[in-house]
């Protein structure tokens, strides 16, 4: 089920598998986003041989490809490019990250903040799709046996022309990033959504960007939280 609202409240995930907040920022605010990234073309960084891009700094992007030196090495510097490009989007995503789960937020220590993914148009993920996956990278060994809180945070700056929706399945983390093919047949919700709308969901539910068409590249913001030791922190 998709539950939409018009504040982000994550109470209302357990109603559903995803919370929709249509306009959490004004449309043509997230636009504006959208083609100041397209502007800073220059410092995004490449990732998959160039299947996909971020603005700031991505730590599972980081992590599955051996780079997590690279990730680590002065964060500011990755908060600095995304809020050049974009001012205030860092601010305005943990400002929505502390509505809906009702109390402050921080930074986490020594982590990227809030950015931004690119998916081109004609690239692997609008033929195919992106990857089946959980939201756990940046979750401890424990805190992920223990199912302690987390969240992912994605705000929509520029859909693609036709398709590109948020995939989520009734499918919880088991413990491992796999899945198995049954899977896929569980209950499932896809949410298409316009410049502006945000979506949350339960960093445990098994989800997957839907394949896209047209010429206009996929890009929007993201930011992860995790309630550590009676604190939400937040990262990219």
Not at 160 to 173: C, E, N, Q, T
Request: aromatic share 10%.
């Amino acid at each position: 089920m998709l539950v939409e609202q018009a504040a982000p409240d994550t109470k209302a995930l357990d109603r559903g598998l995803m919370l929709v907040v249509r306009n959490a920022v004004d449309a043509r605010r997230a636009t504006e986003w959208a083609s100041s990234v397209l502007d800073a073309r220059t410092k995004w960084v490449a990732d998959f041989e160039s299947a996909q891009f971020s603005l700031g700094r991505a730590w599972y992007t980081h992590l599955e490809q051996g780079r997590t030196a690279d990730y680590f090495r002065d964060p500011s510097s990755s908060d600095t490019e995304v809020e050049r490009a974009c001012p205030g989007l860092q601010e305005t995503m943990r400002a929505l990250v502390a509505k809906a789960v009702g109390a402050p937020v921080v930074q986490r220590d020594g982590w990227c903040g809030p950015g931004v993914h690119v998916f081109p148009a004609r690239s692997p993920v609008a033929k195919k799709g992106g990857s089946i996956h959980f939201d756990t990278e940046g979750l401890t060994p424990a805190h992920a046996a223990d199912r302690m809180p987390a969240l992912s945070c994605v705000l929509m700056l520029q859909p693609p022309a036709r398709g590109g929706g948020l995939k989520v399945w009734d499918v919880r983390y088991r413990g491992s990033d796999a899945y198995e093919d049954d899977d896929l047949d569980a209950r499932s919700v896809t949410c298409a959504y316009g410049p502006g709308d945000l979506v949350v969901f339960d960093s445990y539910r098994l989800h997957q960007i839907q394949p896209f068409g047209g010429t206009d590249d996929r890009i929007s913001a993201t930011c992860h939280a995790a309630f550590v030791a009676g604190v939400w922190e937040t990262w990219f």
